[in-house]
DNA sequence: TCGCGGAATCCAAACGTTTGTATTGACGTT
DNA sequence: AACGTCAATACAAACGTTTGGATTCCGCGA
C-alpha cells in the first residue's frame, strides 16, 4: 500500500517547514527561487498530491467543478451530455481539478443541491443547464458569489458567463420548412414554458409563422417520446383526415414519438403529415421518412462551456465569455407534404 | 449570505461540546437518549450539514465515488451511461456521498487515471466498465484493496462484484434471427478484441450459427456509426450484387452505419440485405425498415451496479454481488430478406 | 463516611493545508 | 560598532470533524 505524499514530506527530505513548502508550491514570491526550486523538483520526485479535503476545509478551492443534470436530461440520452461531461473532465484534470455530477430528479430538489454545492463548499464552480429567464438557481449564486456558468442566458445577463444555442433560430427553421409545404394546420411541441430554450423556440417559430399562416398551435410538454405521441394521437384525432398537418418538434425524440402516433392514426408523414424534429439524434438519417431536424455541434459547444468555467476560474477579473450558437438545418424530408 | 451549520452551532445552542453532538449523531451509544434526542432536533432544525472536507481530511471516507468513462463510451451517448450516473448520483446523495466522474480519452490513459483515484484518495469506490477478462485495472485494484464493482465480468471474478450484460445471449439472439431468413453471407461487426462484451457477443453469434449455415465473418471495429459504415461498405463491395447478406451488429450505432452504406451500394435493407443491431437506441424503431435489435433494461443494469457499488462500501464483509442480465430481442423487421 | 463503578459528558489531539506573524541573519548606513 | 532593513524562513493558529482518554457526578456498598 502506497503511502500518500503530503507537504510534510516535502518538507522533511528538504528540512524546510510545512508553509515554506505550501508558499513555494503556490509560487508564493517569498520564497527564495532557488529554494521553491528544489521544492517543486522532490515535489514531483516524490509524486506528491494535495490532498483537496485539506484544502477545502481550510478554506481554499477544492479542486472540484460540479454539473448539475436537471431532469428530464438523465432520463434519456440527450447526445451533448456524455460530450460535455467529457470534455469538462478531461480538461479538468489537465488543470488538476475533477468533476462532480449531480442530478437533480425533480425541479424541485435543484435549489437545495444548489445550496449543498455552495454552503458545503461542494465544488469551486457549477455548470447548469435548462436556464430560466428569471432563474432563482442563477440569483442565488450570484447573490453568493459562487463561479458558475450556465448553458441558455438568463435574465441577469452580463453578471454570469453563458452559452446559449439560439433556439429561436432553431424554430424559425422549422417553421419555415414546414410552411413551404402549405399544411393546413402548424403545431409547435415545445418544452414545459418558464424554460428560456423552450421559450425561444417557440417565440422564433412563431415569429416565422406570422403573415399568411394556417393556424398555429402551441403545445407544451415534457421532453419525451411518450409525450410526442400522446400529443401527437390527440392532434390527429382532433383533425379530419383531409387536414395536412405540421409538426414542430423541438426535439428529435419528440418527434419519434409523432412517428408513432401517425403510424397508429393512419396517416403517413411526408404525405398528409410533416414533421421537424431537433438535436439530430443518431438514428434520425435513417428514420422513414429520414427526419429533418436542426443540429448543433456538440463538441463545440461543449468546448465552449468548458472554456467559459475554467476562464471563471481561473482568472476571475476576466469579462465573463457569452456566446450564442446558431442551429444549422438538416433537411431530410419529413418535412415536406405531398401535393 | 446563510452561514453554514456546524456542529459547533448546535453544540453551543444545547450548551454541550461539539464531541458529544458528534456522537450523538453517530448514534453512539455513549450518549444519553434524552441528549441524542435533542441533538437530533435542532441538528434538522438548523438544516445541519456534515462537511464532507473535514470528514474525509479526519482520514475517513472521502463521500465520493467515481465513474470512469471508457472511451469511447462518451463519443456517442449510449443510452445506458446518463442512467446509470443518474441512478448512482441519486443514491450516493441519499447516502451522503457525491459522484465523481473521470472520463479517460483513451485506454492507455485509465491506469494512471486509477491510480490517482487510489492513491490519492479521490473516492471510496469506483464503478468500472468496458471489462477485459484478464484486466490489468482490477488487478491492480484488488491488489490495492480499493472498492469497486465492473460493469461486465473479469478473470478475477469472485473478488469483486460485477453486473454483467449476457452479450453471448445477444450474439446468439442477433444470429438466430438473421439466419431464420437464409442468407448467404453472414457479417458479425464486434467491437476490437479484448473487450469482454465483444468477445462474448462473437462467441454467442458464432455458437448459434454453427451447423448448415452460410459462411461467417467477424469484423472487430470501434462502436462507431462511421466504421460501421465503412465495414459495410467494404463488404458489399467485396460480394455479388445477388448475394443475401446478413449483418449482425453489435450495436444500433453500427447498424445506422450499415444502412447507410447499403443504400449507397444500391442495397436495400429487408430484401437483399438484413441487420441486426443491438442496445435498441431512440430511433431504431422509426428506421426504414424497423430495426430488430435487442434491448437491455438500462434502468435495471442502473439500479443494479449501484446496490452493488454501496453494498461494498457500505457492508464490506458482505458477499460480492453478481448479476447477469439476459437482454431481450426486439424484432422489428431489419433482420428479414425478401424470399 | 469514604471510596468505587459507571454513566454522561468534556477535553484535547489529530487529519493536511494555508496564512498572519515572529524570528533569524546578512548587509548597508551612520 | 551599533542599528535598521530586508529577505528568507519558521512558528502557530485555524478550518470542522472524530475519537481516545480524562473529568464530573451520581448512587451504592462497605
Known amino acids: 500500500m502506497t503511502q500518500r505524499i503530503g507537504l510534510k514530506d516535502i518538507a522533511g527530505t528538504l528540512e524546510l517547514d510545512v508553509s515554506t513548502v505550501s508558499r513555494a508550491l503556490r509560487r508564493d514570491p517569498?520564497?527564495?527561487?532557488?529554494?521553491?526550486?528544489?521544492?517543486?523538483?522532490?515535489?514531483?520526485?516524490?509524486?506528491?498530491?494535495?490532498?483537496?479535503?485539506?484544502?477545502?476545509?481550510?478554506?481554499?478551492?477544492?479542486?472540484?467543478?460540479?454539473?448539475?443534470?436537471?431532469?428530464?436530461?438523465?432520463?434519456?440520452?440527450?447526445?451533448?451530455?456524455?460530450?460535455?461531461?467529457?470534455?469538462?473532465?478531461?480538461?479538468?484534470?489537465?488543470?488538476?481539478?475533477?468533476?462532480?455530477?449531480?442530478?437533480?430528479?425533480?425541479?424541485?430538489?435543484?435549489?437545495?443541491?444548489?445550496?449543498d454545492i455552495v454552503q458545503g463548499r461542494l465544488a469551486d464552480g457549477l455548470v447548469l443547464g435548462r436556464t430560466r429567464q428569471n432563474d432563482e438557481r442563477v440569483r442565488f449564486l450570484i447573490e453568493n458569489g459562487f463561479p458558475f456558468v450556465t448553458f441558455g442566458r438568463t435574465a441577469f445577463d452580463g453578471e454570469h458567463p453563458s452559452i446559449e444555442i439560439d433556439y429561436a433560430e432553431a424554430g424559425r427553421i422549422a417553421v419555415e420548412a414546414l410552411l413551404a409545404a402549405r399544411p393546413d394546420e402548424l403545431h409547435i411541441l415545445s418544452a414545459p414554458e418558464g424554460q428560456r430554450f423552450a421559450d425561444n423556440y417557440v417565440s422564433g417559430a412563431l415569429l416565422a409563422a406570422t403573415g399568411a399562416s394556417p393556424p398555429v398551435v402551441i403545445h407544451r410538454i415534457e421532453l419525451t417520446e411518450e409525450l410526442g405521441q400522446v400529443t401527437a394521437s390527440a392532434i390527429f384525432a382532433a383533425a379530419r383526415p383531409a387536414k395536412r398537418i405540421a409538426l414542430a418538434c423541438i426535439q428529435d425524440l419528440m418527434a419519434f414519438g409523432a412517428y408513432r402516433a401517425a403510424a397508429l392514426a393512419g396517416r403517413a408523414v411526408g404525405r398528409d403529415t410533416s414533421v421537424f424534429g431537433g438535436q439530430d439524434f443518431p438514428g434520425s438519417e435513417h428514420a422513414a421518412p429520414p427526419l429533418s431536424t436542426f443540429s448543433t455541434e456538440d463538441a463545440r459547444v461543449a468546448g465552449l462551456l468548458t472554456q467559459a468555467m475554467l476562464a471563471r476560474l481561473d482568472t476571475p477579473d476576466a469579462a465573463f465569455m457569452s456566446e450564442t450558437i446558431k442551429p444549422t438545418a438538416v433537411l431530410r424530408g419529413s418535412h415536406l407534404l405531398a401535393r
Do not use: C, K
Not at 520526485?45 to 479535503?53: E, I, K, Q, S
Not at 456524455?82 to 475533477?98: I, K, N, P
Not at 449531480?102 to 444548489?114: N, T
Open 30 to 115: 517569498r520564497v527564495h527561487p532557488e529554494t521553491a526550486q528544489a521544492v517543486h523538483a522532490t515535489a514531483s520526485a516524490l509524486g506528491y498530491r494535495p490532498n483537496a479535503a485539506a484544502r477545502a476545509l481550510r478554506g481554499g478551492p477544492t479542486g472540484r467543478v460540479a454539473v448539475l443534470l436537471s431532469p428530464p436530461q438523465h432520463r434519456f440520452a440527450s447526445p451533448i451530455f456524455l460530450e460535455l461531461l467529457s470534455t469538462l473532465e478531461r480538461h479538468l484534470r489537465d488543470s488538476g481539478r475533477t468533476l462532480t455530477v449531480f442530478a437533480a430528479q425533480s425541479r424541485d430538489e435543484e435549489p437545495g443541491i444548489i445550496r
